[in-house]
């Protein structure tokens, strides 16, 4: 594996150590930039999908991660987030129940996937079976410490 990534022949990687070789296949590797995708959906009642419309969207759902999961493309499998259980502190301290006051859609949740380019992230959500029943992707690079973009 080393020698492909690493473009070395198989006779002069042999003679590098096995930390100059792991410090080769690590300088020669693109840097992977992660993104959080984030899945909204509409909070409108004739908006949203029938039973079998959502048993349908979870069996695709479960193979576009498959998929992502195969390519080693998933840094985080996310979670789902409630509609309902939630509340929002404002300056002061107010709190206020949700943030489902006249919300028109609402965040149902996140992955966090591994791609050298936010083009790439896009690429990834355009398969998201959340877009076959009206829900949309909105895709953000993470800022790391050390990042400086």
């Not at 198989?10 to 959080?36: G, I, N």
């Not at 899945?39 to 409108?44: D, E, I």
């Not at 576009?64 to 502190?89: E, H, P, Y």
């Not at 398969?127 to 800022?143: F, S, W």
Request: proline share 5%; aromatic share 6%; net charge positive.
């Amino acid at each position: 594996m080393l020698t492909k990534k690493s473009g070395l022949s198989k006779q002069l990687l042999s003679s590098l150590s096995p930390f100059a070789q792991v410090k080769r296949y690590f300088h020669t590797r693109k840097k992977m930039k992660e993104f959080t995708l984030i899945f909204r959906n509409s909070n409108h009642e004739g908006e949203r999908p029938s039973p079998d419309q959502m048993q349908k969207v979870m069996q695709e759902w479960m193979s576009w991660m498959a998929n992502i999961s195969a390519k080693d493309q998933l840094a985080d499998k996310g979670n789902r987030l409630a509609v309902t259980d939630s509340k929002t502190v404002h300056p002061g301290n107010l709190v206020t129940d949700g943030p489902y006051t006249e919300i028109k859609e609402f965040i149902n949740g996140y992955i966090v996937v591994k791609t050298e380019t936010l083009a790439g992230a896009v690429e990834i959500a355009k398969d998201c079976p959340i877009l076959k029943i009206g829900g949309n992707v909105e895709v953000r690079k993470v800022v790391t410490p050390d990042d400086n973009s």
